[in-house]
C-alpha cells in the first residue's frame, strides 16, 4: 500500500512560518508530479504547489505565490513546502498527494490516480 506521511503542521501567528514534509517510498517518489493540497472547514479542497521530481516543473496556486515554496530532496524522497509570511486566511488541513500527473505540475488538470496522505493541520491565528 502506498504511503505518504507528511509532517510539520502546528499552529502559529500571522506572519510566522511552517515548513511542511511529505516522505515516500522511492518507487512512488521517482518521476511523479507531488504536491500540496488543502481544504479548510466548509471549503473545498484546492491545490497549493507542486513539484516534479525529476525536472524543473512546478505549480503554485496564485494565493500562495511569493510567500510557499516547494522544494525536494531525491536523497530522502521528500518533498518539503516552506510556507512564509502566513495568513489566518492559509488555516487549513493540508495534505500531500503524488501520482498528480505531469500535467498538473505545469498547471495542467490533475490525474484521477491522484494518492493521498492523512493531512496536516495548519493553523495561523491573527
Known amino acids: 500500500q502506498v504511503e505518504l506521511v507528511e509532517s510539520g503542521g502546528g499552529s502559529v501567528q500571522a506572519g510566522g512560518s511552517l515548513r511542511l514534509s511529505c516522505t515516500t517510498s522511492a518507487y512512488t517518489y521517482e518521476n511523479n508530479c507531488i504536491g500540496w493540497f488543502r481544504q479548510a472547514p466548509g471549503k473545498e479542497r484546492e491545490g497549493v504547489a507542486a513539484?516534479?521530481?525529476?525536472?524543473?516543473?512546478?505549480y503554485y496556486a496564485d494565493s500562495v505565490k511569493g510567500r510557499f515554496a516547494i522544494s525536494r530532496d531525491n536523497a530522502k524522497n521528500a518533498v518539503h513546502l516552506q510556507m512564509n509570511s502566513l495568513k489566518p486566511e492559509d488555516t487549513a488541513m493540508y495534505y500531500c498527494?503524488?501520482?498528480?500527473?505531469?500535467?498538473?505540475?505545469?498547471?495542467?488538470?490533475?490525474?484521477?490516480?491522484?494518492?493521498w496522505g492523512q493531512g496536516t493541520q495548519v493553523t495561523v491565528s491573527s
Open positions: 513539484i516534479y521530481t525529476n525536472g524543473p516543473a512546478t
Open positions: 498527494a503524488a501520482n498528480l500527473g505531469p500535467a498538473y505540475c505545469s498547471g495542467g488538470p490533475r490525474s484521477m490516480h491522484t494518492i
